[in-house]
């Protein structure tokens, strides 16, 4: 078993799920993809490295992406061969690298243009990359940028208490906490009232427009494009159902962690492949009926009889 199969297996993620249905030279393409992925969030987020460490093991990844240097054997050869056969645009995973580098030092975004920038960098550039690697055209490119986001303000929205417990996060924006009058004792103290379920409720909007307009930038693109980005509406699927579940519960991130069975990942995988079928158009033949009229049935014929002989009786039967 290869280095990114085992690691795509063993990460159990939602991205994971949707590959189980992509022809077998296209799933071990993202399975290499997404163990770089999941190589540098662990970089950030493994216990056990120094800050100095977890920089330099980034460093590292920049040059293997660059092609700057001989690649190591494992998940470091996987990606240079994935690099080698597909020729992408390198931008987007450098972007990433970057992006979750600033988490080894995190800093609170001020703003939603803060976040939106840091939201852009570890997933809408993931997603650019993906549609690169499941075949889509460039013209994918705003679709995955839109889902990016979208995927990205769930897990901000799902993971607050663990972002903050654990890791010494936040990414909910200081402006819209002060708006909402949360602070980050409350977040530190899990403190799930009101005020927190109207911020999360807000950010929730914004993560329904982006989904909104990735499904209406899917809707305009090619058979082929779409086609190719199957898994990734089914990721989309699976994340709105997490929202959906999400609002419908108020907002309960301290007291679970909202997932969905298996059972409705196969169902939502269907629905993905589905929404690519296009019907055909069916034209069919003109057939000419002869019915008798109503008249002939017999009907109307009470009618002719109340005028002729005297007065109905008026709707409802008053007199």
């Not at 992925?37 to 460093?59: F, T, Y």
């Not at 589905?274 to 009618?303: C, H, Q, R, W, Y």
């Amino acid at each position: 078993m290869s280095e990114s199969v085992d690691i795509t297996r063993r990460a159990k993620s939602n991205l994971a799920f949707a590959l189980l249905d992509m022809p077998e030279e296209k799933k071990r393409s993202m399975e290499q993809f997404y163990a770089f992925c999941r190589v540098i969030d662990d970089i950030v987020d493994e216990p056990g490295m120094e800050p100095d460490e977890r920089h330099a093991a980034l460093d590292r990844w920049v040059e293997v992406v660059h092609r700057a240097v001989v690649p190591a054997d494992g998940i470091e050869q996987e990606v240079h061969e994935l690099l080698e056969k597909l020729n992408p645009d390198i931008e987007p995973m450098l972007e990433l690298i970057e992006g979750c580098r600033g988490d080894i030092a995190p800093v609170q975004p001020e703003t939603r243009a803060e976040l939106l920038q840091y939201s852009y960098r570890v997933a809408s550039c993931v997603g650019i990359t993906s549609a690169c690697v499941m075949g889509a055209s460039s013209a994918a490119h705003d679709y995955a940028v839109a889902l990016g986001h979208a995927l990205q303000f769930v897990n901000i929205i799902r993971d607050v208490g663990e972002d903050c417990s654990k890791h010494g996060r936040v990414y909910l924006p200081a402006d819209d906490m002060e708006l909402f009058g949360v602070s980050l004792e409350d977040l530190e103290k899990g403190v799930c009232d009101y005020r927190l379920q109207t911020l999360l409720a807000y950010e929730a909007v914004l993560a329904k427009r982006f989904f909104a307009e990735a499904d209406d930038l899917y809707s305009k693109l090619s058979t082929e494009d779409r086609s190719a980005l199957i898994p990734a509406q089914a990721m989309s699927l699976i994340y709105h159902t997490i929202l959906d579940k999400m609002e419908a519960d108020e907002y309960q991130i301290f007291a679970k962690r909202y997932r969905v069975n298996s059972v409705r990942k196969l169902w939502l995988m269907l629905r993905a492949r589905l929404g690519t079928v296009e019907m055909p158009s069916i034209s069919l033949p003109s057939i000419s009926l002869n019915l008798p009229s109503l008249a002939d049935l017999g009907f109307g014929k009470d009618k002719e009889k109340s005028d002729a002989g005297g007065k109905k009786n008026p709707p409802g039967g008053a007199a």
